[in-house]
Structure formats: C-alpha cells, structure tokens
C-alpha cells in the first residue's frame, strides 16, 4: 500500500505523507510514489495547485528512513539513494503548478529539503526545522546544502548542518523561508493555494519558471521552456510545421 497518498478534489490536489510510526520517515518505495504521483500531477490540468501534508505525527517528515539506507553499500549509496532523491524532490521543485507544504510538526534533513522544494511553507508554531545528519554520521543528501542556500542564510544553515541546532517556526518565519505559522497549518496553506482560482493558470506558471531561471533552479530547463512557448504560438511556427508537412519550402510571415 502507499505510505504518499495523491486526492484531487477541485482546483487543489493533496499529496499526504503517511508514515507515522516512523515520523514518515521516507524510505524507497515513498520516494517512488512521490515521483509517480508528480508525474501525474503535471498531466492534470484542472489541478492548479498541490499541498504537501503529512498523517500527524511528533514530526511533518523525520528525513529518510535509516533501516532503508544502512545496509545499501557506499557507491549505491551515492549513485542511486541520493541521486534518485535528489531527482524525486527535483520534479516536485519543478512542477509547472504552485505548491505549499502544511508542517504541523517537525522536519528533519530529508524532511526539511522536502519542505524547500515546495513553494511556499506553512508552519505550526511548535514546529521546528533542521538537519541533523551528522549524528549519524552522514551529510545532507537531497539539497539541504544546495537548494536550501536560496532560501536560508547560510550562517542557519550551518547552525543546523554542523551544529545540530533547531531553527524554531518564529526564526523560520523572519527569514522567509515560512510564509506564515498558523494553529492550523494545513488549513492555512489551502486558503492560500485557493486563492489561485483568481489567477491566471498560464501567467502563474511562466511566472513560477521566470522566478525559478532567475535564482538557478533547473536554468537552462527554464530558459528553453520560456522560449519554446513563445515560439511555439507565432505563425512561423505554423508555417514550419504546414511546410514540413507538405514537403515544400515554408514562407515564414515573421509574425
């Protein structure tokens, strides 16, 4: 059974995480459903936003499942659990639609990098954030020292990575990287991915690829995307395609 549940209903699809016995924890197969529900997320055109949530539990999402990775020898380690996360949380990162996670309680080193590859973040006001992989004697894996630059100083940062401290929703939220703490996390990341039916689907989603060419997320992905699009409403364009077609030279109007 999926421990990532994926419900659409309405203009706003719910992916949940859903394993509290281990703080959902993530562990091989969550990460394969998370892709596959992304997947699916990016062919669903009346979705116009997703929330992130987790089935409570004493953390949002503790990382990743140590039992998962312990034993998985040093180059598998690297060749496929991290970079298949590193993948995974990238797709979320990049979808074309807005996305908001709810963090009604804690989240660790994976759990945190999840976080950052949303949008915006809500959090609970007892909610913590941090990455405490050196513990167990390992490093961010998923971005925490990547992605997460962006949208923390990096003096928090290390505070986190190399000293295992917590970084409260109050710190959190005067940095920015929260966009607002609320008793009721998840309640209030919906009220703010609802206001999206007052937007312009398409205008939302250029802008989100324009903000993302501008700060370095997947640049040239962006840029040629950008691009294309433009391209691909002229009438040169159809023009080409007409013309390749009908096997003849095409006439572009330059329009």
Not at 48 to 73: H, S, Y
Not at 84 to 110: E, M, N, V
Request: net charge negative.
């Amino acid at each position: 059974m999926s421990a990532v549940h994926l419900k659409i209903d309405g203009p706003v699809a719910t992916l949940t995480l859903d394993n509290p016995s281990k703080l959902n924890a993530f562990t091989p197969s969550m990460l394969a459903d998370l892709e596959a529900h992304c997947v699916s997320l990016e062919r669903e055109d009346a979705v116009l936003g997703v929330l992130l949530m987790a089935e409570p539990a004493k953390a949002f999402c503790a990382g990743a499942d140590i039992k998962a990775w312990q034993d998985i020898p040093p180059a598998e380690f690297a060749r496929h659990w991290v970079r298949d996360g590193h993948r995974i949380f990238d797709r979320l990162a990049r979808l074309s639609k807005p996305t908001a996670a709810a963090l009604g309680a804690h989240a660790f080193g994976g759990g945190l990098e999840l976080a950052a590859a949303c949008d915006l973040r809500v959090m609970a006001p007892k909610a913590t954030i941090s990455l405490p992989e050196t513990h167990v004697g390992i490093v961010p894996g998923w971005s925490g020292t990547q992605r997460l630059v962006r949208l923390l100083p990096e003096p928090v940062i290390k505070e986190m990575a190399l000293f295992g401290r917590r970084i409260s929703a109050d710190r959190a939220y005067g940095f920015g990287f929260a966009a607002e703490i609320s008793d009721d996390p998840e309640g209030a990341a919906r009220a703010i991915l609802d206001k999206l039916t007052a937007t312009s689907p398409r205008a939302t989603e250029v802008a989100k690829y324009m903000i993302h060419a501008g700060v370095g997320e997947d640049r040239p992905s962006m840029i040629e995307a950008l691009a294309s699009g433009m391209v691909a409403a002229t009438a040169d364009r159809a023009e080409g395609v007409t013309a390749f077609a009908e096997k003849r030279t095409p006439e572009f109007p330059g329009s």
